[in-house]
């Protein structure tokens, strides 16, 4: 977070009028509103509605509503076309949660345009995972040209699909990159609620799980800025404060070794924006022993200079198994390699790191780090 996107949200999420014009117009004079970053560009509709509940007249406002009018529309095209997926899912037969951005439209925001998205990401089992994918590409939605559904489904969590009419919907079989291995989607299933969605009612995760996953998800570096899991999670907490079970969140981060990015992410909204999060839950999340491979997960996601697939993968694999003997790792991690890098042989998987080794030990420090995940 820079400094112009801490004003930008500063200016959405504070309470007090003086502190919220204050923020606004520092942002405001610091930039060329035409030349928005993509990722705050998606917060305009929520600057909007705050600085239109507070005055009249504000630089650029038509501009803003423009754009609050824009994401309205968009929203709620795609919304109403996702409508096709979940209708034909429940004819199947086909359990499914809905996540990210429907989600929090449904229960969150009060007006589809105040959080924009750019696809519908829907939850199902594991087990039903193929037949979805089936269910969904007789609809039209196929995935991206050189990526299969067997590829996707033993190497990540997720497989992202389109139609002609450029309506994009993810289809996950878990929800968070860094604690997809297997079993731990259980607990989503677990702990949903029923909310309404286009005259319909749809499962989402309950709003200790939203947190967890928003949070997770967003404080990840991206080429576009990723600061919107910001107000999702602030919305998630303000809205319902009063019957979160913190015990539950807690025990999640814990299962999901998930800890200390939990623990950044509600540290920054506390000291940054004042969220209101009990001091007893605070107490016992600092209390709990950090884990080294988190936090060192933690800062190659975080960080694209730090970012390296191998150590990822190794990070990730080692905390899945956190409780097998050192020994027991290392005879699981070509197969776990093999299929989270999606190769056909163990061969290839072999060639690829000993080039990944061989180019560290060259280049060193100097390599250049791609930022897009489980990318070779």
């Not at 204050?22 to 035409?34: K, L, P, R």
């Not at 105040?114 to 089936?134: C, G, H, S, T, Y």
């Not at 040209?145 to 993810?170: C, E, K, M, W």
């Not at 009612?201 to 570096?221: A, C, M």
Request: hydrophobic share 40%; glycine share 4%.
């Amino acid at each position: 977070m820079n400094d112009q996107e801490r004003k930008l949200l500063h200016a959405i999420l504070d309470k007090d009028a003086t502190t919220t014009r204050d923020a606004f117009y520092a942002w405001s004079n610091e930039i060329n509103f035409d030349d928005v970053e993509a990722g705050s560009f998606r917060l305009i509709p929520l600057l909007y509605k705050q600085m239109s509940s507070l005055q009249d007249s504000y630089p650029n406002k038509n501009k803003m509503q423009g754009i609050y009018r824009y994401f309205l529309y968009k929203n709620s095209i795609l919304m109403h076309k996702s409508l096709i997926a979940l209708e034909t899912l429940e004819q199947e037969r086909i359990e499914y949660i809905l996540l990210k951005g429907a989600a929090l439209v449904a229960a969150y925001y009060q007006e589809p345009a105040l959080r924009p998205m750019n696809d519908i990401d829907i939850l199902v089992k594991r087990e039903d995972a193929e037949k979805a994918f089936q269910v969904l590409s007789d609809l039209g939605w196929q995935p991206y040209p050189g990526r299969t559904f067997q590829q996707a489904f033993h190497s990540t969590y997720s497989i992202s699909l389109n139609r002609d009419d450029n309506v994009d919907l993810d289809l996950h079989w878990n929800v968070i990159h860094q604690a997809a291995w297997e079993g731990t989607e259980k607990s989503y299933w677990e702990n949903t609620e029923d909310v309404p969605y286009m005259k319909r009612t749809v499962k989402i995760l309950s709003p200790e799980l939203q947190i967890l996953h928003n949070l997770s998800h967003g404080i990840r570096w991206n080429a576009l800025s990723s600061i919107r899991w910001i107000p999702d999670v602030c919305q998630v907490i303000e809205k319902r404060n009063g019957d979160i079970d913190w015990n539950l969140l807690l025990q999640e981060a814990k299962d999901k070794k998930l800890v200390f990015t939990l623990k950044h992410g509600l540290n920054l909204l506390s000291n940054e924006f004042g969220v209101a999060i009990p001091s007893s839950f605070m107490d016992d999340l600092r209390a709990i022993p950090e884990r080294k491979a988190e936090k060192k997960l933690y800062q190659y996601l975080t960080n694209p200079s730090r970012y390296d697939v191998i150590k990822v993968q190794w990070q990730i694999y080692n905390l899945s198994r956190s409780e097998a003997s050192l020994l027991k790792k290392l005879i699981g991690l070509p197969s776990y390699l093999k299929q989270s890098l999606s190769f056909d042989s163990y061969g290839e998987t072999l060639r690829y790191v000993i080039k990944k080794i061989w180019k560290r030990v060259r280049y060193g420090h100097k390599t250049k780090h791609t930022h897009v995940l489980l990318k070779k």
